[in-house]
């Protein structure tokens, strides 16, 4: 009946004020400025965990946006760079223009990791919504010849197996994760299990191709395969990370640290906080459910 009622709260959260909605995705969110997320990553260092630090915005539809969203990156760049912390960054393309033009986002991309290498730092492209899959994967292609940059690729997706074999052609770091857009069943898998499996199958294949794999997962399914996979082909621990999202799991983030795994937490910040937030809600009923009552002024649910 639970699981009923935290469903029925997800569909109900565009009624739900946004203040509301802010305070309890806050867990999810480091805050609005540059500064909010620096702290969020102090923190998170002094645990003994990485981050890579992601401005919030995706599919924007005007080019001065995508010049905005680049220059934000570069100053989240140096910024990282003067304090030391264990971070990188994460764009999504379609920040940055890959919507309008994918000359446009290769430019913007180009000036990122041209900043980052000056600062002997990574950068990732993020993988959004199947239709820019193929585009992604290209522009990453692209950006490899010069810069140290990784891709992401999502094991619900059928083409996913075939995509990590053209990355490890030129020994792509790779972040493995089960994805979260709602995609057909022409394109996607559906099952649970089987995306378990297809996620497996892809932390197996790009750490036998002698790549670097993220593993960004916060199913224990998924981390046991993993870590089978880890011990069956000896796989040092400078081969490898787990990733997980902010304020999401920290029991397990605290046991994959304590077992001396690497681990990074995906730190995202800005102005445009509200569909992260919602579409993190979603993916996690029973927090949503969290913020009405909140509205009701009821005690939070006890387990």
């Known amino acids: 009946m639970s699981a009923l009622i935290d469903r029925l709260v997800v569909a109900t959260l565009p009624l739900v004020p946004k203040p ?9 969110v480091a805050g609005d400025t540059l500064e909010a997320a620096l702290d969020k990553m102090r923190v998170l260092a002094a645990e003994g965990a990485m981050g890579t630090m992601d ?15 680049r220059d934000q990156y570069l100053r989240t760049i140096d910024a990282i760079a003067a304090s030391g912390l264990p971070a990188n960054v994460s764009v999504k393309p379609t920040a940055v223009g890959l919507a309008i033009d994918p000359a446009l986002a290769l430019e913007n991309c180009t000036e990122i990791c041209s900043r980052a290498q000056s600062h002997g730092m990574f950068v990732r492209l993020d993988m959004e919504d199947s239709p820019y899959t193929e585009a992604t994967v290209k522009l990453v292609l692209a950006l490899k010849d010069r810069f140290e940059v990784g891709a992401v690729l999502q094991a619900y997706l059928k083409r996913s197996l075939s995509d990590i074999g053209r990355l490890l052609e030129k020994k792509v770091n790779v972040r493995i994760c089960k994805g979260i857009y709602v995609e057909p069943r022409t394109i996607a898998w559906k099952d649970r299990q089987t995306i378990i499996r297809n996620f497996g199958a892809l932390v197996d294949k790009q750490l036998a191709g002698g790549a670097y794999a993220a593993i960004a997962t916060h199913d224990e399914a998924c981390v046991q395969l993993a870590l089978a996979t880890i011990d069956r082909l000896g796989i040092p621990k400078d081969r490898y990370e787990f990733q997980m999202l902010l304020g999401v799991d920290p029991v397990l983030r605290k046991s994959l640290l304590d077992a001396g795994h690497r681990l990074r937490v995906y730190v995202p910040y800005g102005k445009d906080w509200y569909a992260y937030s919602t579409r993190r809600l979603k993916e996690n009923p029973s927090m949503a459910s969290t913020i009405l009552r909140s509205v009701l002024g009821m005690a939070p649910a006890t387990s």
Not at 20 to 28: D, P, T
Not at 61 to 69: F, G, M
């Open 55 to 69: 401005v919030l915005g995706e599919s924007v539809t005007h080019r001065d946006q995508t010049v905005a969203t």
């Open 20 to 28: 509301i909605v802010k305070a309890v995705a806050s867990r999810y």
